[in-house]
C-alpha cells in the first residue's frame, strides 16, 4: 500500500444518508451506530456521529451524516454531496415516492460531483414491510444495474443488513481511493469531454406499464 493511502485522513470515511423523510434514516443510522431501533424520532436537520469499524482487517473510522430530508432543506443538499466521500441513498419500499426522490438525489450527486464514479449503496428501508410493499425488488435491483452500484433491503427495526450496508459503502470509497491514486493526476477520473446529460423530471407511474419501462420512465444519467 502507498504511503499516500496509509495516512490517517485516508482512514477516514465520510459517508451521508439522503433521502425523502420518513424514509429511515435515522432509523438506520441509530440502529448502526447504537444498536437501537427509535419508533419515534423528530425529522432531522443535521446530525453526524462517528464510529470506528475494523473491516476486511482495516480499521476504518467512519463519519457519518445524517440529513434533512424535508423539502424546505434541499439547498444545502449540494454542501452535504460536495463533503461525503460515499452515499446511502435511501428509500423505503413502502413508499413509491421514496423511491423516485432516489432517483432525483442520484441526478444530483452526479450533477454537484460531475461524475458518475461515486460510491454509492442504494438502501430500500422498512423491509419487514412486505404486505405494504410499493417498490418491487427488481425495479430496484434494475434501478441499481443502471446506477452500477450494490443494493440492500434493509430493517432498521430488526438490523437487518444494516451492516452490511456501511461496510460496502467504505468498501467502496477505499476501492475509490485506489484508483484515484494509481492515475496520474492528469487523467483525472472525471468528465473532460464527457457530457453529463440528466433526462426530464420523473413522470408518474402507470398501472399498464411494465416494471422496467417504469424504472425508464423515471429518468437516469446518462454519459455522452
Given at each position: 500500500m502507498s504511503?499516500?493511502?496509509?495516512?490517517?485522513?485516508?482512514?477516514?470515511?465520510?459517508i451521508t444518508l439522503l433521502g425523502i423523510g420518513g424514509a429511515g434514516k435515522s432509523a438506520i443510522t441509530i440502529q448502526f451506530?447504537?444498536?437501537?431501533?427509535?419508533?419515534?424520532?423528530?425529522?432531522?436537520?443535521?446530525?453526524?456521529?462517528?464510529?470506528?469499524?475494523?473491516?476486511?482487517?482495516?480499521?476504518?473510522?467512519?463519519e457519518i451524516l445524517d440529513t434533512a430530508g424535508q423539502e424546505e432543506y434541499n439547498a444545502m443538499r449540494d454542501q452535504y454531496i460536495r463533503s461525503g466521500h460515499g452515499f446511502i441513498i435511501v428509500y423505503s419500499i413502502d413508499q413509491l415516492d421514496s423511491f423516485k426522490e432516489a432517483i432525483s438525489i442520484y441526478q444530483r450527486i452526479c450533477i454537484v460531483k460531475e461524475s458518475r464514479k461515486v460510491p454509492i449503496v442504494l438502501v430500500g428501508n422498512k423491509c419487514d414491510l412486505e404486505e405494504q410493499r410499493r417498490?418491487?425488488?427488481?425495479?430496484?435491483?434494475?434501478?441499481?444495474?443502471?446506477?452500477?452500484?450494490?443494493?440492500?433491503?434493509?430493517?432498521?427495526?430488526?438490523?437487518i443488513n444494516i451492516d452490511e450496508a456501511f461496510h460496502e459503502l467504505c468498501r467502496l470509497i477505499r476501492r475509490d481511493r485506489h484508483n484515484s491514486a494509481s492515475v496520474p493526476s492528469s487523467a483525472d477520473r472525471s468528465f473532460h469531454s464527457e457530457?453529463?446529460?440528466?433526462?426530464?423530471?420523473?413522470?408518474?407511474?402507470?398501472?399498464?406499464?411494465?416494471?422496467?419501462?417504469?424504472?425508464?420512465?423515471?429518468?437516469?444519467?446518462i454519459i455522452m
Open positions: 504511503s499516500y493511502l496509509s495516512t490517517p485522513k485516508f482512514k477516514e470515511y465520510k451506530i447504537r444498536s437501537q431501533f427509535v419508533e419515534e424520532y423528530d425529522p432531522t436537520i443535521e446530525d453526524s456521529y462517528n464510529k470506528q469499524c475494523v473491516i476486511d482487517q482495516e480499521v476504518c473510522d467512519l417498490v418491487t425488488k427488481y425495479q430496484a435491483e434494475l434501478m441499481a444495474k443502471n446506477w452500477n452500484c450494490p443494493i440492500f433491503e434493509t430493517s432498521a427495526k430488526f438490523r457530457k453529463l446529460i440528466i433526462t426530464n423530471e420523473p413522470r408518474p407511474l402507470v398501472d399498464n406499464t411494465s416494471e422496467e419501462e417504469e424504472v425508464n420512465l423515471l429518468g437516469c444519467c
